[in-house]
């Protein structure tokens, strides 16, 4: 007796069928990685606001200050802004209000902001993070 002929290899329809699947799954997975990736180089903004808010707990602990108003760029043992360029994030102080601005590098990142707002001038200093970066989903 003789074997029936064996199917060998795939279908015209299953091979459209794969290729549907892996064009939906793309199509929802590519946006996604998107913004995973500008909230991973985001995280660089984030983190660079560590040293003025190190410098504003300094200044407040030893009593330099005596309002809100006393937390400003370049007084008081803070540093002076930085403006934003190409290379360079954008850093300022105002009022106990850090503001950290993303480079004007053309990206879709550029000038998303990362704010930290004391919310007094005793110690221990309290914040509340906000800015630019929490709607957009980057913080």
Known sequence: MRNPAK????TLIELMMVTAIIGIL??????????YQNKARFSEAVLAVGA???????????????SLNDFDSGTNGLQSAQAVTATTLGIGIVDGVITITWYSDGTSLAGITYTLTADGF??????????????????
């Open 26 to 35: 793309a199509s929802v997975a590519l946006p996604a990685y998107t913004l």
């Open 52 to 66: 003025s808010r190190s410098a504003v707990a300094v200044a407040a602990v030893t009593g330099r200050v005596s």
């Open 122 to 139: 005793l110690p221990p200093v309290q914040w509340t993070s906000g800015g630019t970066c929490g709607p957009a989903g980057y913080c």
């Open 7 to 10: 199917q060998q290899g795939f």
